[in-house]
């Protein structure tokens, strides 16, 4: 039995939403913006990146081979056209299209498969056309524990430097690879982490004593001076002595509670060094859970931004 509306059916289940897939979408519309002639998006679902391209006043054509997904998309007069990519490769004037878009398909594939696809879509590309692919991202941590198994037809991952290699090996000009920054980063969304780096800046300063004038004497004049005088002899000749021998000893006992501390404070420094050591690498994990590969026909000078650019693998 062949289940032609199963992916139609699925982006329903999941919620797949027009509005988010052009939120996401939207981040590859500078790659086609201003090329003249034909754009085609290979499995282009309900045909939001059409929709995209064309209100960008791009000539742009959707394929795709579920009837339901077509059917929709037409249903909101986006050009789609219901067929197997393969088969429109495989039948498309030789070096008549522009570009080539193809959003999470390769991960349905066996390498051959995508091989055969790059190796079509080259042939079928004019001069400095340019070829775009998107996939899971294999270098984050929850595309492993979560979304790639929540699809019924992901075959494998494919890193963006092997994509890039069955571009390089198929003819492609200088792969770029990149992530999309706006998919999900979702396992740490809402950790964050300062270390111990402002600790001191936190702790609270210790009050200022405050002379009180309420403990001053209480007798006035010479009788007053007479008391205070007596106060201090006794001090001199019985407290001062005591006091300088029990704070001989408390300055030795601070001296080793301040080693102590410094001993401490020096561990906390190297923990707080290896946590934050430990976060970076745990960022690492929570990349953006979609990345992306492209590259050109011949050379071509693509005025793209830092972000677009992607970085050579």
Same mark, same amino acid.
């Given at each position: 039995?062949?289940?032609?509306d199963l992916?139609d059916?699925?982006?329903?289940?999941?919620g797949a939403?027009?509005?988010?897939?052009?939120?996401?979408?939207?981040f590859?519309?500078?790659?086609?913006?201003?090329f003249?002639?034909?754009v085609v998006?290979l499995?282009? +679902? /309900?045909?939001? %990146?059409?929709?995209?391209l064309?209100?960008?006043?791009?000539e742009?054509?959707?394929?795709d =081979? $579920?009837p339901?997904?077509c059917?929709?998309?037409?249903?909101?007069?986006?050009?789609?056209?219901?067929?197997?990519v393969?088969?429109y490769?495989?039948?498309?004037?030789?070096?008549?299209?522009a570009?080539?878009f193809s959003?999470?398909?390769?991960?349905h594939?066996p390498?051959?498969?995508?091989?055969?696809?790059?190796?079509?879509?080259?042939?079928?590309l004019?001069?400095?056309g340019?070829?775009?692919?998107t996939?899971?991202?294999?270098r984050?941590?929850y595309?492993?524990?979560e979304?790639?198994?929540?699809?019924? +037809? /992901?075959?494998? %991952?494919?890193?963006?430097?092997?994509?890039s290699?069955?571009l390089?090996?198929s003819?492609? =000009? $200088?792969?770029r690879?990149?992530?999309?920054?706006?998919?999900a980063?979702?396992?740490w969304r809402?950790?964050t982490?300062s270390?111990?780096?402002d600790?001191?800046?936190?702790?609270?300063?210790?009050?200022?004593?405050?002379?009180n004038?309420?403990?001053?004497?209480?007798?006035?004049?010479?009788l007053g001076?007479?008391?205070?005088?007596?106060?201090?002899f006794?001090v001199?000749l019985?407290?001062?002595?005591?006091?300088?021998?029990?704070?001989?000893?408390?300055?030795?006992?601070?001296?080793?509670?301040?080693?102590?501390?410094?001993?401490?404070?020096?561990?906390l420094q190297?923990?707080?060094?290896?946590?934050?050591?430990t976060?970076?690498?745990?960022?690492?994990l929570?990349?953006?859970?979609?990345?992306?590969?492209?590259?050109?026909k011949?050379?071509?000078?693509?005025?793209l931004?830092?972000?677009?650019?992607?970085?050579?693998?």
């Amino acid at each position: 039995m062949k289940y032609t509306d199963l992916d139609d059916a699925f982006l329903r289940y999941i919620g797949a939403t027009p509005e988010n897939q052009r939120r996401i979408q939207s981040f590859y519309i500078p790659f086609f913006a201003d090329f003249q002639g034909l754009v085609v998006d290979l499995a282009c +679902g /309900h045909g939001d %990146f059409v929709q995209l391209l064309t209100e960008q006043g791009v000539e742009a054509l959707g394929v795709d =081979s $579920d009837p339901a997904c077509c059917a929709e998309a037409n249903d909101r007069g986006i050009d789609v056209l219901c067929c197997d990519v393969f088969d429109y490769l495989d039948q498309v004037e030789e070096e008549s299209l522009a570009g080539i878009f193809s959003a999470h398909l390769v991960e349905h594939l066996p390498y051959q498969k995508v091989l055969e696809l790059i190796q079509l879509s080259y042939r079928a590309l004019q001069p400095q056309g340019i070829i775009l692919l998107t996939t899971p991202n294999v270098r984050t941590l929850y595309t492993h524990l979560e979304s790639f198994y929540m699809h019924f +037809g /992901h075959v494998t %991952f494919y890193h963006p430097k092997l994509l890039s290699f069955f571009l390089d090996y198929s003819g492609f =000009s $200088d792969p770029r690879v990149g992530e999309n920054p706006r998919m999900a980063r979702p396992l740490w969304r809402d950790v964050t982490w300062s270390g111990f780096d402002d600790l001191t800046a936190r702790a609270s300063p210790m009050p200022a004593v405050q002379y009180n004038p309420e403990l001053r004497s209480q007798y006035p004049g010479i009788l007053g001076r007479t008391i205070s005088a007596v106060k201090m002899f006794v001090v001199r000749l019985v407290v001062q002595p005591l006091l300088d021998r029990v704070v001989g000893v408390v300055n030795q006992r601070m001296q080793a509670v301040n080693h102590d501390i410094a001993a401490q404070w020096r561990y906390l420094q190297q923990i707080n060094a290896d946590l934050n050591a430990t976060h970076r690498q745990l960022l690492e994990l929570d990349r953006s859970v979609e990345c992306y590969v492209y590259a050109t026909k011949g050379e071509i000078d693509l005025k793209l931004s830092p972000e677009l650019m992607g970085e050579r693998p």
